[in-house]
Nanobody, 128 residues
């Protein structure tokens, strides 16, 4: 069993920044990827960013590329999402997810069904 706990969400003005954290605990792993998704009412959960645990390879959605940065601290079993130049369109519940099946021979997962564990989500609200 793996537990994912997000933190760092809140209210910020347009153009501001937030840093989200996701701490993993429980089952140990060495080959995996951890990603961020977001969801607003009436929309499906959409991919934001992902990072491989071993090599730190990253992939971003076009809508956040150049503004958001994903990183990880292996010693702390934690992944971060630094969000800069925030826009009202970024308002959503942000979810951390873990893909235990990832290996370097496959592409980083961007679809919801490819992930094994999910956090409870943290609200990000960007005012205009």
């Amino acid at each position: 069993q793996v537990q994912l706990v997000e933190s760092g969400g809140g209210l910020v003005q347009a153009g501001g920044s937030l840093r989200l954290s996701c701490a993993a605990s429980g089952r140990t792993f060495s080959s995996a990827s951890m990603g961020w998704f977001r969801q607003t009412p009436g929309k499906e959960r959409e991919f934001v960013a992902v990072i491989s645990w071993s090599r730190g390879t990253t992939r971003y959605a076009d809508s956040v590329k150049g503004r958001f940065t994903i990183s990880r601290d292996n010693a702390k079993n934690t992944v971060y999402l630094q969000m800069n130049s925030l826009k009202p369109e970024d308002t959503a519940v942000y979810y951390c997810a873990l893909d235990l099946s990832y290996s370097s021979s496959y592409s980083l997962a961007t679809r919801r069904v490819e992930y094994d564990y999910w956090g409870q989500g943290t609200q990000v609200t960007v005012s205009s």
